[in-house]
């Protein structure tokens, strides 16, 4: 799949390292994609919705259950992308999704696409290592999912520890190169 013109869906959620989904986004479209973001509610806590959507120059989907649009975005935009990455993904969005929910927007999207999914989780030292996170990241390879990082370095909470998202650039660098 050529790296120019790549349909990407950015889904955000709730982490503190959401700002750094905007910085994903202008990569990306530097090199060359289209991107379409999604945010959870609690993403929306973290990034605003006008900031993702004037550097991807597209509309920010956010509601499953909206009335104003006709067509279901989970299954437009699952069909339209041809990678799906989550960048940062939360303890709980991994969990969702190692059991397969689809109570929100982002999480019905993965169920519904057929493209590759990438998942990028970010979180405090503690909730990575804490083994039922283990457990969920695990599963989420067994279904068949990327899972990219994270790193060890330094977390919001000030401790060095293993949580970290991946940097900007290099998730743009895997999203490039990804089959
Ligand atoms: C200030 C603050 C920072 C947070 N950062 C993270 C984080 O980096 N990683 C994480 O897994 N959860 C973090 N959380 C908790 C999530 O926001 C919470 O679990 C939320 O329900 C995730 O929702 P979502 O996965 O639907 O976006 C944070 C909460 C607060 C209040």
Redesign the pocket.
Known sequence: MAARGRRVVLGV?????AYKACEVVRGLLKAGCEVRCVL????A??VTPMSLAALSRNPVAQNLHDPALWEMAHLSLASWAQLVMIA???????A?LAHGRAE?L?DALVLSTRAPVAVC????AE?WEHPATKANAARLKDLGYRVWGPDKGEL?SGKVGW?RLLEPGEIVKRCLAAK
């Open positions: 959620t709730g982490s503190i390292a959870t509610p609690a993403g806590q973290f940062p993904a939360t303890a709980d969005f991994i969702r929100g982002l989780p970010a979180m405090d909730m919001a949580g």
